[in-house]
């Protein structure tokens, strides 16, 4: 009788975004691809940018932003709805730039 093999449950590790973004090319690029992808997905963009920061360094980029640590997290965080001019702030902080182009 021929034996079965027993598959042991595996863990599922959780994906994070921000450990895979390294360099400025990289975190443009990510933001890039939301801004061309989901245009319309503002949720989705403040979640990338707040990626982005979280790669960068949340108390770096909220002091180059001029804001505090924690408005940066609550701004980008999950259910968070940040302003414009704070997403302005935050994008010249990690060195990125929003443009336009014709549909």
């Not at 093999?5 to 990510?30: F, G, N």
């Not at 909220?62 to 999950?78: I, N, P, Q, T, V």
């Amino acid at each position: 009788m021929p034996r079965t093999a027993t598959l042991k449950p595996t863990k599922a590790s959780s994906y994070d975004v921000a450990e895979h973004l390294r360099t400025p090319e990289e975190m443009a690029a990510y933001l890039d691809a939301w801004l061309e992808e989901a245009p319309d997905d503002a949720t989705g963009i403040a979640k990338a940018l707040g990626n982005i920061a979280r790669a960068k360094g949340m108390t770096q980029v909220a002091k180059d932003a001029g804001l505090s640590r924690e408005s940066l997290y609550r701004a980008f965080g999950a259910g968070g709805n940040p302003s414009f001019s704070t997403v302005l702030k935050v994008a010249k902080a990690l060195g990125v730039k929003l443009h336009a182009s014709a549909v």
